[in-house]
């Protein structure tokens, strides 16, 4: 069974970092994809970025591009989110997600996510 539990949220200032991890664990993962999605309150789940865990294609929404970058470490089955000049509207409760295959940036096409973690950029 995946499991994906995340760590790594805050509370940080605007123009501030912080780097999200996602440890994946239950499966061999080459042929997956894992995402980050966010959810502020009040307003959908949204994509944020994507990685697929061979080849290591990666994808951004364009609100974030430039300043976030995804990446992971096969050694430890872990996915990263590193988060730089972050804005108050980041944040969102940040998940991570995992499927079979190619990316998407629907969230209903993830079958397996983790507990989220909170982000919080103050202005």
């Known amino acids: 069974q995946v499991q994906l539990v995340e760590s790594g949220g805050g509370l940080v200032q605007a123009g501030g970092s912080l780097r999200l991890s996602c440890a994946a664990s239950g499966r061999t993962f080459s042929s997956y994809t894992i995402g980050w999605f966010r959810q502020a309150p009040g307003k959908d789940r949204e994509f944020v970025s994507a990685?697929?865990?061979?080849?290591?294609?990666?994808y951004y929404a364009d609100s974030v591009k430039g300043r976030f970058t995804i990446s992971r470490d096969s050694a430890k089955n872990t996915v990263y989110l590193q988060m730089n000049s972050l804005k108050p509207e980041d944040t969102a409760v940040y998940y991570c997600?995992?499927?079979?295959?190619?990316?998407?940036?629907?969230?209903?096409?993830?079958?397996?996510w983790g507990q989220g973690t909170q982000v919080t950029v103050s202005s």
């Open positions: 990685i697929r865990w061979s080849g290591s294609s990666t």
């Open positions: 997600a995992a499927r079979y295959g190619y990316y998407y940036t629907e969230h209903t096409h993830y079958p397996y």
